[in-house]
């Protein structure tokens, strides 16, 4: 499977900005569908994940109320909307695919090649 992450882009601090993850190859509902993010110097961190099948929804701490995962069947891309921005979400984000549910990266087998988001104060 390949993945195709996109739409990170410069957002105001406060602001709202979506990125997604295009699934090729197979069904994003046979994985469970992770995004993970690393800021430079920083070790790669877990943000969120969608179980397969979409049956439900886990958040690193630093994220949630803020950022949302979601999944559409039709389009075989995954989402994550990412609201009330801080710079310390600045990242290159990461989506990735695992047969086995974890938020640890070390898990997921597939990768997307990131895209950069950068929160500006």
């Known amino acids: 499977v390949q993945l195709q992450a996109s739409g990170g882009g410069l957002v105001q601090a406060g602001g709202s900005l979506r990125v997604s993850c295009a699934v090729s190859g197979g069904t994003f509902k046979r994985y469970h569908m992770g995004w993970f993010r690393q800021a430079p110097g920083k070790e790669r961190e877990f943000v969120a994940v969608?179980?397969?099948?979409?049956?439900?929804?886990y958040y690193a701490d630093s994220v949630k109320g803020r950022f949302t995962i979601s999944g559409d069947n039709a389009k075989n891309t995954v989402y994550l909307q990412m609201n009330s921005l801080k710079p310390d979400d600045t990242a290159v984000y990461y989506c990735?695919?695992?047969?086995?549910?974890?938020?640890?990266?070390?898990?997921?087998?597939?990768w997307g090649q990131g895209t950069l988001v950068t929160v500006s104060s």
């Open positions: 969608l179980t397969r099948n979409g049956d439900n929804t």
């Open positions: 990735a695919a695992a047969l086995k549910f974890s938020s640890e990266w070390s898990t997921y087998t597939y």
